[in-house]
């Protein structure tokens, strides 16, 4: 259901309400992994957050809006990359970081259920595009100093192999996995961009 008109978003500039915001999201994050998606009800998060759920439907007109914020605004793991000229050390640092993110039990979670979902609720398929589009603009961000940027296809192509390792094969992703990945990744870039090689100096 569309979220009516009428109703009035919360003005994020106002610190008291970005402390209820940020108070919500992290029992939200508590609550997640003990309870799951679907036990994770507006009833429960507002009588946990002691919040009323006419402020819950404020900040989120959904379920699957809350956790596209549970999973773009996930704990600060002091880890995220830097912009930077050289393309391998920015993508090596970027899936490790997606990494890290991943391991979070509420991220985890939410990502899952927002997948599972999307095939039959246009809310959950709506914030799973938003957040691919949103990690695809921020990589290219990060980029930015190196010339590079990489289309949609090619940003699927970086991140596929840890997504499916992770989750497809219930198995760990290491350093040297993830190093394995961008090697071939600059190699199919390599292939589609002349470009790269001279980023790359080799």
């Known amino acids: 259901m569309q979220q009516p008109l009428h109703r009035r978003r919360p ?3 106002n610190p008291r309400v970005q ?12 609550l997640l992994p003990e309870v799951g998606p679907t036990g994770l009800t507006y009833a429960l998060l507002a009588e946990r957050a002691d919040v009323t759920r006419q402020t819950l439907y404020r900040h989120w007109p959904n379920r699957a809006a809350l956790l596209f914020d549970l999973i773009l605004e996930g704990p600060d793991l002091g880890n995220y990359p830097q912009p930077g000229s050289d393309v391998r050390t920015v993508a ?3 899936l490790r970081s997606l990494r890290a993110g991943i391991s979070d039990p509420a991220v985890r979670t939410a990502v899952l259920a927002v997948t599972a979902q999307a095939d039959h609720d246009p809310d959950s398929a709506h914030a799973l595009a938003r957040i691919g589009e949103d990690r695809h603009a921020a990589l290219n961000k990060l980029l930015e100093p190196s010339g ?3 289309s949609r296809d090619e ?12 989750f ?4 760990q992703v290491s350093d040297e996995f993830i190093d394995a990945v961008v ?3 600059l190699t199919i870039l390599d292939r589609t961009s002349g470009s790269l090689a001279d980023t790359e100096g080799h």
């Open 92 to 94: 090596t640092a970027w």
């Open 155 to 166: 940003y699927t192509l970086l991140y596929g192999p840890v997504l499916a390792r992770l």
């Open 183 to 185: 090697t071939q990744w």
């Open 19 to 30: 402390r209820t915001r940020s108070r919500i999201l992290a029992v939200a994050r508590e």
């Open 148 to 150: 590079v940027q990489i």
């Open 168 to 171: 497809l094969d219930r198995g």
């Open 11 to 13: 003005t994020l500039s």
